[in-house]
């Protein structure tokens, strides 16, 4: 099992609160594009989100004044400003969608932990570029499970999955796939701290004492995992470190006699002379340091507050009244975007078309057009057809 190192650490002391250092290592995660442009601290977090949240509320407003103007008197008047959500609670919002989508992912298709997990990773990767004022989660979450399915080798026909999902429509899902695939990146791939978590399982059983308390307290695990993807662990620690935080919120005693163990036989490869780097260590970083970022990442599971229906409730119902209207079906500012963009379409689809035709006309030009019947034909004219008797 690998644990991201943090070889600029040097402190006795750690300091919990510090973003970990990753750094490019061995690992398929320290490879992927999960760990180059999916990583933030969290005042990157903090920043982000409150930036997209007041950009969101100054285009809803300027939109619904255009569908206001464009209806006249019966156009909506934009809401007060304390009917826009805080950043809080589009992350309530958003936190509530994930959770439905675990449900969904587990009793309505039965499809493998790490769908669950990928199709939750899309969705809070989708609302850190996009605010819940623009796209509702209730589009979104069903798209997000989809386009995760077929990214995952698990897909599902449209057919099968569309009546998963009250009133919905398959164009419901395709038209915004996309959407999402965009918002992405198109950066599919996640690295989730599932199988992290059973690794560390296998990684324990070096300790026979242990198997038996592991094997009692493995679903335990699984369960603080799940509650882990209501947070952002994924966006500041590795999935290896979130893992083993989740082992260690349900069996500390048996997590901390293995480390302690593993760190006190550690020998280094021979010949290896940094007392600092990443193989001086077991798992590439010192042991106060690793207790201190596996504490930090406890604390942040253990501080997420539950899910209430009735606040979750209130927040839709606000949210009702303050939806970007170019967003929404059926309004005039809608109407015109997509006639905007059925044109730019069409213009794109003649000039694509215009410069095929004049390729092909440029293809005669040089290699001659359609080869056709000589006029003087050695062999003559055909033969007349001979009449029947």
Request: charged share 30%.
């Given at each position: 099992?690998?644990?991201?190192?943090?070889?600029?650490?040097?402190a006795?002391?750690?300091?919990?609160?510090?973003?970990?250092?990753?750094?490019p290592?061995?690992?398929a995660?320290?490879e992927?594009s999960?760990?180059r442009?999916?990583?933030y601290?969290?005042?990157?977090?903090?920043?982000?989100?409150?930036?997209?949240?007041e950009?969101?509320?100054e285009?809803?407003?300027r939109n619904?004044?255009a569908?206001r103007e464009s209806l006249?008197a019966d156009?909506?008047?934009?809401?007060?400003?304390?009917?826009?959500?805080?950043?809080e609670?589009e992350?309530?919002?958003?936190?509530?969608?994930?959770?439905?989508?675990s449900k969904?992912?587990?009793q309505?298709?039965?499809?493998?932990?790490?769908?669950e997990?990928t199709?939750i990773?899309?969705?809070?990767?989708?609302?850190?570029?996009?605010s819940?004022?623009?796209?509702?989660p209730?589009?979104?979450?069903?798209?997000?499970?989809f386009?995760?399915a077929?990214?995952t080798n698990?897909?599902?026909?449209?057919e099968v999955?569309?009546?998963?999902?009250k009133?919905?429509k398959?164009?419901?899902i395709?038209?915004?796939?996309f959407?999402i695939?965009?918002?992405?990146?198109?950066?599919?791939w996640?690295?989730g701290?599932?199988?992290s978590?059973?690794?560390?399982?296998?990684?324990f059983?070096?300790?026979p004492?242990?198997?038996?308390?592991?094997?009692r307290?493995?679903?335990s695990?699984?369960?603080?995992?799940?509650?882990?993807?209501?947070?952002?662990?994924?966006?500041?620690w590795?999935?290896s470190?979130?893992?083993?935080a989740?082992?260690?919120l349900?069996?500390?005693?048996a997590v901390?006699?293995?480390?302690?163990?593993?760190?006190a036989?550690?020998t280094?490869p021979?010949?290896?002379?940094?007392?600092?780097?990443?193989m001086?260590?077991?798992?590439?970083?010192?042991l106060?340091?690793l207790r201190a970022?596996?504490?930090?990442?406890?604390?942040?599971?253990?501080?997420t507050?539950?899910?209430?229906q009735k606040q979750?409730?209130e927040?839709?119902?606000?949210?009702?009244?303050?939806?970007?209207?170019?967003?929404?079906?059926g309004?005039?500012?809608?109407?015109?975007r997509?006639?905007?963009?059925?044109?730019?379409?069409?213009?794109?689809?003649?000039i694509?078309?215009?410069?095929?035709?004049?390729?092909?006309?440029?293809?005669?030009l040089?290699?001659?057009?359609?080869?056709?019947?000589?006029?003087?034909?050695?062999?003559g004219?055909p033969?007349?057809?001979?009449?029947?008797?």
């Amino acid at each position: 099992m690998t644990v991201t190192p943090d070889p600029t650490s040097n402190a006795e002391t750690p300091t919990p609160t510090e973003m970990p250092a990753l750094i490019p290592g061995p690992s398929a995660f320290h490879e992927s594009s999960q760990f180059r442009h999916w990583r933030y601290s969290k005042d990157q977090l903090y920043n982000l989100r409150h930036e997209l949240n007041e950009k969101s509320r100054e285009v809803t407003e300027r939109n619904m004044k255009a569908e206001r103007e464009s209806l006249g008197a019966d156009g909506p008047s934009p809401p007060p400003p304390t009917t826009y959500p805080s950043v809080e609670e589009e992350l309530k919002l958003v936190n509530f969608y994930c959770d439905q989508a675990s449900k969904i992912c587990r009793q309505g298709f039965g499809v493998p932990e790490y769908v669950e997990s990928t199709t939750i990773s899309y969705i809070k990767r989708f609302y850190l570029k996009n605010s819940v004022m623009e796209w509702h989660p209730k589009n979104i979450m069903p798209t997000c499970l989809f386009l995760a399915a077929k990214t995952t080798n698990h897909p599902i026909p449209i057919e099968v999955f569309v009546p998963k999902f009250k009133n919905f429509k398959s164009s419901d899902i395709l038209e915004i796939e996309f959407v999402i695939a965009q918002s992405l990146a198109f950066e599919f791939w996640t690295h989730g701290a599932e199988r992290s978590l059973r690794g560390w399982f296998l990684e324990f059983q070096n300790k026979p004492a242990n198997i038996d308390i592991l094997q009692r307290n493995l679903p335990s695990a699984l369960d603080w995992l799940s509650r882990s993807r209501l947070t952002d662990a994924e966006f500041i620690w590795s999935p290896s470190q979130i893992g083993l935080a989740c082992w260690r919120l349900t069996a500390e005693s048996a997590v901390d006699e293995f480390l302690d163990e593993k760190y006190a036989n550690w020998t280094p490869p021979d010949g290896y002379d940094d007392e600092d780097g990443p193989m001086a260590y077991p798992y590439g970083i010192p042991l106060p340091r690793l207790r201190a970022i596996i504490r930090d990442i406890q604390d942040l599971i253990r501080s997420t507050p539950p899910l209430e229906q009735k606040q979750i409730k209130e927040i839709d119902k606000r949210l009702k009244n303050c939806i970007n209207p170019e967003r929404v079906p059926g309004t005039a500012l809608y109407i015109k975007r997509k006639a905007e963009l059925e044109a730019k379409a069409a213009e794109a689809k003649a000039i694509k078309t215009a410069r095929a035709k004049e390729a092909m006309e440029k293809d005669e030009l040089v290699f001659g057009g359609p080869v056709k019947p000589a006029d003087d034909d050695p062999f003559g004219p055909p033969l007349p057809k001979k009449e029947s008797a």
